[in-house]
């Protein structure tokens, strides 16, 4: 039986939204998982200085920094990063 064809993880350019690839480890069509690795520090980081300064101006800094941040495309079967998208 040959295998019908399907898109190639190494081929598929990532982004930061889920995108659809034959994992390499369990090689199986999976919707990436997306996950943005500094989500939860620039919140914590944002709570954090408006707790504590009151500043306004750098209570932004975070969400400024935030869309830096990078989406981290993982295997939701095997949990196997697949690739990383870095804003630059
Ligand atoms: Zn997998």
Request: hydrophobic fraction near 40%; include cysteine; aromatic fraction near 6%.
């Amino acid at each position: 039986m040959a295998n019908p064809q399907v898109p190639v993880a190494a081929v598929c350019p990532l982004g930061d939204s889920p995108v659809q690839v034959v994992c390499p480890s369990c090689h199986q069509a999976v919707l990436t998982k997306v996950d943005h690795t500094s989500g939860l520090l620039t919140y914590l980081l944002c709570g954090g200085l408006f707790f504590c300064g009151f500043v306004l101006g750098c209570c932004l800094i975070p969400f400024c920094v935030d869309r830096l941040r990078d989406a981290r495309h993982s295997c939701p079967t095997c949990k196997t990063v697949l690739g990383v998208y870095k804003r630059l």
